[in-house]
Structures are given as C-alpha cells and as structure tokens.
C-alpha cells in the first residue's frame, strides 16, 4: 500500500510532535514493528521495542526538547525534514542540526535516516563521553 506525500509529511510532523512533548509511545506508534533507526555514525537499531528503548533512554538525558523544522519535502518517496533539534541536558542548552531521511511501509515509518554531527552533538550536551554503547 503507497502512501501520499502529503500522508508522509503528516506523520512525519506527528513524529516530529512526540519527540517535543517527550512522549515516546506515540513516536514508536508511528513505526512498524520491524522498523530501522539509523543514526549514520552508529549502528542501526531495529524493531519498534529497541527503537522506544533507544528513544526514550536518550529522551530521559533530556530536561527539554524542541525540535524546529527547518524544509520538508518528498523526493522519490523518501520523506526528508532538515531541522535543528533543541535541548536542555543537566540545565545546559544545546542544539544541533540534522537531517532526516524517512521512508514509509504503509502510513507507518519503515526506515528512519539521521544524518548530523556526533561529535557536535555530544557536545552540546555536555557529554565527555558517548551515552550509546552502540558506538564502542
């Protein structure tokens, strides 16, 4: 079943939604059972169960989030969000863009792309060390 762009950029807002209100049932909702979480610099997670433990264990680092939506778009069937995602960590305001690359099973995420700077992001968190034991 093909979904429309414009079913594609909904969810992807909703998914963008969940993330500001911290809520991470909602955004593993939006996933299929099977799906990939690939941030490029570490190694995918997949399953929806591994992806809201992943989610939601980041989320808990986080006092805040705020992600802002810079252009979204669709181009061959990939939905694509650059944004700068907002945070507070331990009372320290950070933020780092990214661009996110989706693609869809249904009107469910199947494969979910991050691309964006690791190393920048850990420090803008203020992290001496990586929180993903992926990564090692």
């Known amino acids: 079943m093909s979904v429309s762009d414009e079913r594609m950029i909904a969810v992807g807002r909703e998914m963008i939604d969940a993330w500001n209100d911290m809520d991470w049932d909602r955004a593993a909702s939006l996933m299929t059972e099977d799906a990939v979480l690939h941030s490029m610099m570490i190694d995918p997670i997949v399953g929806r169960d591994a992806i809201h433990k992943r989610i939601s264990g980041l989320g808990a680092l ?3 989030i705020a992600l802002e939506v810079r252009n979204v778009g669709v181009v061959n069937g990939t939905l694509y969000m650059e ?33 964006y700077d690791r190393h920048h992001l850990l420090s803008e968190m203020g992290m001496a060390q990586d929180f993903d034991t992926s990564t090692r």
């Open 62 to 64: 986080a006092d805040s």
């Open 83 to 115: 944004r700068l995602d907002r945070f507070v960590c331990k009372g320290k305001p950070g933020a780092t863009p990214v661009c996110g690359a989706l693609e869809f099973e249904g009107d469910k995420i199947k494969v979910w792309r991050e691309y």
